[in-house]
C-alpha cells in the first residue's frame, strides 16, 4: 500500500525558513510527478509547487522565489525547502502524485507568525 507521510512543519517567525520532507513507500515515487499542496484554515487546498521525475519544476505565483521544490528518488523522499515565509503561508502541508492520487497523508503543520 503506497503511503505518504509528511515532516519539517513548526512554528516560525516571519522571514524565516522550514524545509519540508514527504517520504513515499512503494515503487512509484521514481517515476511519477509529485505535488506539494496546502491547506489553510477554512480555504480548499490548492497546489504549492511541482516536480516531474526529470526535476522540472512549477510554482504558484505565491510562492515563486520563496519555495523550491526538489527530489531525491534514491530514498523516495520530496521536499520544499521554503524561505521568506509569511504569515499567510500558514497552513498544513501535504504531497501527492499528481495523476492517480493516492489518500492523503496526515500533513504537516506550518505557522508563520511573531
Known amino acids: 500500500q503506497v503511503q505518504l507521510v509528511e515532516s519539517g512543519g513548526g512554528l516560525v517567525q516571519p522571514g524565516g525558513s522550514l524545509r519540508l520532507s514527504c517520504a513515499a513507500s512503494g515503487s512509484r515515487f521514481r517515476g511519477d510527478v509529485m505535488d506539494w499542496y496546502r491547506q489553510a484554515p477554512g480555504k480548499q487546498r490548492e497546489l504549492v509547487a511541482g516536480?516531474?521525475?526529470?526535476?522540472?519544476?512549477n510554482y504558484a505565483d505565491s510562492v515563486k522565489g520563496r519555495f523550491t521544490i526538489s527530489r531525491d528518488n534514491a530514498k523516495s523522499t520530496l521536499y520544499l525547502q521554503m524561505n521568506s515565509l509569511k504569515p499567510e503561508d500558514t497552513a498544513v502541508y501535504y504531497c501527492n502524485y499528481r495523476y492517480l492520487p493516492v489518500a492523503w497523508g496526515q500533513g504537516t503543520q506550518v505557522t508563520v507568525s511573531s
Open positions: 516536480i516531474t521525475s526529470g526535476g522540472s519544476t
